[in-house]
């Protein structure tokens, strides 16, 4: 479970004030404001690098502030289409380092790859020389091996092309089915409502609005992107 109590963030125009949520166990919950304004902030506090100006953050009940007690959290940033390092490496053995480094192992990694329909002549290429969709797979894979009970995700899935994101949204569902508590953070309203159970929005800095996945059914989310998201 991911709680969020009465946070703030000082941040100029990117500012939130006094936002609290809950994100339940089996749940996809999507926080929606307009682009580029409360995401990346958010998302650096959520996972701990900043500090807010106020609340607190809890994972599964213990403040996210108390990393020796907390329990772990998957955290999903953007990342670029391409590795933005240069190394000569093969994915392969860019996934058997970073196995050695953080103790999993190759199984672990590739029961994200397999979701995701990856196919294992992958593996000899150069990390550098991934296709985009392939390096975000993998990307994803080093992400999620640890299989932790929460998962924050920032606006991971803009720009991606159509069959990336129907890979994605199945393994979201799988790890939704397994219990885990998902809270993802972005602007497209539309992406949201084919996936989400919730969704919130926030404007100039406030949760203003929250509607679950049948009340969207019934709305006109062109309307509620004017209102909230343009």
């Known amino acids: 479970m991911i709680t969020v109590r ?11 004030d006094s936002v609290s949520l809950e ?3 089996g749940e996809i919950y999507f926080l929606l404001s307009r682009a580029d304004r409360c995401g990346d902030p958010l998302f650096r506090v ?12 809890f994972y599964n009940g213990r403040p996210a502030a108390d990393w020796r007690k907390a329990p772990p959290v998957v955290f999903i940033d953007r990342v670029e289409d391409v590795a933005g390092f240069e190394t000569e490496a ?14 999993l192992d190759r199984a672990s990694i590739f029961k994200t790859l397999l979701v995701c329909n990856f196919h294992e002549r992958n593996l000899k290429k150069k990390v550098r020389d991934l296709a985009p969709d392939v390096f975000k797979q993998a990307y994803l894979a080093a992400c999620m091996a640890p299989d932790h009970d929460n998962i924050v995700i920032n606006d991971f899935i803009r720009g991606a092309e159509k069959d990336f994101e ?11 089915n397994q219990g885990r508590a998902i809270l993802s953070l972005g602007n497209d309203i539309f992406y ?15 949760l203003l609005f929250e509607a679950g ?7 006109d989310i062109k309307d509620l992107y004017h209102t909230f998201l343009n």
């Open 90 to 103: 093969r994915l392969g053995d860019w996934f058997d380092f970073l196995c050695r480094g953080s103790g």
């Open 6 to 16: 009465d946070l703030s963030i000082h941040c100029g125009d990117r500012s939130m």
């Open 46 to 57: 959520l996972g701990g690098m900043d500090a807010p100006a106020a609340g607190e953050v």
């Open 213 to 219: 996945a049948a009340d969207l059914k019934e709305m």
């Open 166 to 176: 129907l890979k994605f949204n199945k393994l979201l569902l799988q790890k939704k």
């Open 192 to 206: 949201a409502s084919e996936i989400a159970d919730r969704v919130g929005f926030v404007k100039k800095g406030r």
């Open 23 to 25: 994100v339940a166990d």
